[in-house]
């Protein structure tokens, strides 16, 4: 791999985790509604269910709040990576 980006001086790496939620708000998003309506709910129909997600997304749109990060441990903030 050195070899090559030494040979490719155009080439760049960067580093995504196989699996980081916590960067995409929709993820949060769709594990509330898991948390909150799927997980809990009964549900005697498809239809049933569909009202359930409905009246939460309405609820929740009625008193919306952005989402804010928490950083406990600053080691662990993603940084920048120093331009060659």
């Known amino acids: 791999m050195v070899d090559f980006l030494t040979a490719h001086r155009n ?26 309506v799927i997980a809990r709910g009964v549900f005697t ?4 269910l569909d009202r359930k997600l409905m009246r939460y997304i309405r609820e929740h749109n009625q008193n919306p709040k952005p989402i804010k990060w928490k950083y406990d441990d600053p080691s662990r903030r993603i940084r920048p990576v120093p331009s060659q």
Do not use: A
């Open 11 to 36: 080439v760049r790496l960067h580093f995504t985790p196989t699996y980081s939620s916590w960067l995409n708000q929709v993820e949060n998003w769709f594990s509330r509604i898991q948390r909150d």
């Open 45 to 48: 129909s498809v239809k049933d």
